[in-house]
């Protein structure tokens, strides 16, 4: 897959990865040998028929090799790009024990920008019209598929979007360089051509309640509002000019577009030594946003080591080249300020690792009498999210967990309270856009039976 | 688009009101929450709260001070013309007890937050007493509703171009010797909102402040608005945007409000060039806000 320069694309913000030419997508997909028990489809979270897709690739049917994605999944032109294919379908391709696995994301990705730029593919069937209203709440990848699945089933659908723009996590997180914005938008308004009625704005669980949906007639509603609650390190001088949620970073850059200000009104804080707490997805991002902002020196800070780094491959990659620095081992102690208020350091501390915690993962252990001092003068912080209680506050019979996430069943989507369902971040905590896009598919399935066929919820 | 139904310029041309349809958001508003409005694709989200809602023409009002390139953008609206975006309500309402006697002390355009919850302690059955101050006449708003909405009004400005000369201060000093107060709202300017409840401080009287740090989306998913109130981190935009003033880390609150300082001054700047007919702009306001 050809890429921008690491020199050249620290200077912008357009996409790193520029997509395979045609010739290259034939000549990929004859790698592919077809395999009868496919292990790369039991790999991808939405069951892919991927060896159907890549044949028709190699046999130049672009146009039906999108089709044949779309019947598993809506949005292939930003999971081609976002996936953490190395551990899904490319990572159980047999082609990977010996050598390269067949390069199933940049194939998906393939097709689905070719047919965003010839649009040849036959619009999807819409089924004869139900009469039931559905509500959609969130309009990320979780909700933009039951919105999909729903309205291709012949009801109407409403989505409720909290921002100006929809997109969730694909606007506002993840950034232009990764994902342009124009591929979601244009996934968005495939659905409104469908019937999907969108209200950004609204926000529920104040511009309008859950328990209102129902009064005003939608039979069933879907929770995707995602995990959006940006978790702090409570260490002294965090409320520093210059100490900032990856969430805030990532949404003035990427939603409100700071790296265009002042063309944009919205500005961003331009870090000359800027350090990332976190060594996740959205830490990658934010470290790689620093630089393009015109950084000197963009720092990943880590309390565990290089192993466990829980970030795509891809990305870790990307910001190596690009010349993101990597301290292991190391947290968190203070940010120290000016008199202005203003961050200059951060002391940190070296950790060693220990026994395994909850979740599996060897303890960051503090080595004490190890502390030393980081010049910087932004500070991300992108160490998780967790559930944002807006909703769940001011809805009854919601049942949450004791960190505030949605619970609901595995298999349906099912929440406590009747007639809703729920799926994505707000109910596992942080994770994938494919995911999310894989429960709200078990979603749609579960409310189309309980609506069409009358099952019990 | 969220149309301007009504526009009135105040204070020579430094304050403005819009009335705006909103029909979904002035049915649920209650004294206390706000919005976030964007002018356009490029514009920023800025908050402010509510002075007032008809629920039944399905309108909002805000009352905002022309500070910067937002507000600048803002008020080159006309009727007719509106916002691109309008989300809300937002924060948490103002709780409303009768408890007594209340001293509603408004600074500036504070006066325009203020209104609505004092009219809502007024129907309670409270004994309200309204103290309105600004630096000069010109930048006294509201001065006939708040009067309807409170039992007695008292009145003050710095240079003493209308009302007694001084400080809402010390209005309140005297209103809270002639009377037993059970609570005082002051929403203004931060170094006002820390002065009354300094002034409260001794006497145990409840203060309640409504906070204006800088905010992004309003909905608790950024922590922009993070403000220190009793020590605990919280989020202006969804656990307030009113605390108990004498919890609130003021200091911090104003050092944070700087946060883009030198950005402001130029994109004010940068827009004034833009306008030939703007009026000289209140001095100093940037800085204190």
């Known amino acids: 897959m050809p890429e921008l320069d690491p020199n050249v694309r620290v200077g912008s913000f357009s996409e790193v990865p520029q997509g395979l030419s045609p010739e290259a997508a034939v000549l990929e997909a004859k790698r592919c040998i077809q395999c009868k028990k496919p292990a790369c489809v039991e790999g991808c979270p939405v069951s892919v028929d991927i060896p159907g897709f890549i044949k028709l690739i190699r046999e130049e049917d672009f146009t039906g090799a999108i089709c044949r994605i779309w019947e598993k999944n809506g949005l292939p032109a930003v999971c081609g790009r976002v996936c953490p ?91 232009e360089f990764r994902l342009p914005k124009e591929i979601v938008f244009s996934e968005v308004a495939g659905l409104q051509d469908l019937g999907v009625d969108l209200k950004c704005n609204s926000v529920v669980g104040r511009t309008v309640t859950l328990d209102e949906l129902f009064d005003q007639g939608y039979s069933a509603v879907f929770l995707g509002v995602g995990a959006g609650l940006p978790t702090f390190l409570k260490v002294p001088g965090e409320n520093l000019i210059g100490v900032m949620s990856a969430n805030e970073y990532l949404t003035r850059t990427n939603l409100m577009k700071a790296y265009l200000y002042p063309e944009y009104d919205t500005p961003i804080i331009k870090g000359r030594k800027v350090i990332t707490l976190g060594a996740g997805n959205v830490a990658m991002d934010a470290a790689r946003t620093a630089l393009r902002l015109g950084a000197e020196k963009s720092l990943i800070v ?63 252990v503090p080595v004490p009498g190890s502390e030393f001092d980081l010049e910087c003068d932004l500070a991300i912080v992108a160490v998780g999210s967790g559930a944002n209680p807006l909703l769940t506050q001011t809805t009854d019979g919601l049942k949450t967990n004791q960190w505030g996430y949605i619970a609901a069943a595995t298999d349906s989507g099912k929440t406590s309270k009747k007639g809703v369902w729920a799926g994505g971040d707000i109910v596992t905590g942080s994770a994938t856009v494919i995911l999310a896009m894989g429960a709200g598919r078990i979603a749609a399935d579960s409310i189309h039976g309980y609506l069409s066929r009358g099952e019990p919820f | 688009m969220f149309e301007i139904v009504r526009r009135e310029e105040m204070s020579q041309g430094h304050v403005i009101l819009n009335e705006i349809r909103a029909p979904l958001i002035a049915r649920k508003a209650r004294p206390g929450q706000f919005v976030i409005l964007k002018a356009n694709e490029t514009g920023e989200r800025i908050p402010l709260t509510m002075a007032d809602t008809n629920p039944d023409l399905g309108t909002i009002t805000v009352i905002y001070m022309v500070v910067g390139k937002s507000t600048l953008l803002f008020k080159g609206l006309k009727e007719g013309e509106g916002y691109q975006d309008v989300i809300g309500p937002l924060g948490r309402p103002t709780h409303l007890e ?27 059955g409270n004994h309200v007493i309204s103290i309105i101050g600004a630096r000069s006449k010109d930048l006294i708003i509201l001065e006939k509703e708040m009067a309807q909405a409170s039992h007695e009004q008292l009145l003050c400005t710095d240079d003493g171009t209308y009302g007694e000369k001084g400080f809402v201060t010390d209005v309140l000093e005297s209103v809270m010797a002639a009377h037993e107060v059970k609570l005082v709202v002051a929403i203004g300017p931060v170094p006002m909102m820390k002065a009354v409840c300094e002034k409260t401080r001794k006497s145990h009287i409840k203060t309640m402040v409504s906070l204006n740090p800088i905010m992004i989306d309003g909905t608790g998913m ?45 994109s004010y700047e940068n827009q004034l060039c833009r306008l030939d007919d703007e009026p000289d702009p209140v001095k100093n306001i940037v800085a204190e806000e």
Not at chain 1, 143 to 158: E, M
Not at chain 1, 323 to 345: A, I
């Open chain 1, 85 to 175: 294919q190395e551990l899904q379908c490319e990572g159980k391709c047999v082609l990977g024990k010996k050598g390269d696995p067949v390069a199933i994301g940049n194939l998906e990705r393939f097709a689905a920008d070719y047919e965003r730029h010839k649009r040849q593919a036959p619009q999807p069937s819409v089924a004869d019209a139900t009469g039931k209203k559905v509500a959609v709440v969130g309009s990320g990848p979780a909700g933009l598929t039951v919105a999909s699945d729903l309205i291709q089933k012949g009801y109407a659908v409403s989505v409720f979007e909290a921002f100006h723009k929809p997109g969730g996590v694909l606007v506002y997180g993840i950034p």
């Open chain 1, 302 to 364: 880590y309390r565990r080591s290089r192993d466990e780094v829980p970030a795509r491959a891809a990305e870790v990659h990307h910001a190596e080249e690009e010349g993101v620095e990597f301290f292991f081992l190391t947290g968190p102690v203070k940010f120290n300020g000016d008199d202005q208020g203003r961050l200059v350091s951060m002391t940190g501390l070296k950790m060693a690792l220990g026994e395994p915690d909850d979740s599996g993962r060897r303890r960051p």
């Open chain 2, 98 to 124: 009768k408890v007594g006697t209340v001293v509603c002390v408004g600074g500036g355009t504070g006066v325009a937050v203020l209104h609505p919850i004092t009219r809502a302690l007024k129907e309670k």
């Open chain 2, 222 to 266: 950024c922590g922009g608005c993070r403000v220190s109130v009793g020590g605990e981190t919280r989020f202006a935009c969804v656990d307030g945007p009113e605390f108990d003033g004498h919890l609130v880390d003021f200091d911090e609150l104003m050092l944070r409000l700087r946060s883009y300082a030198a950005d402001e001054k130029k």
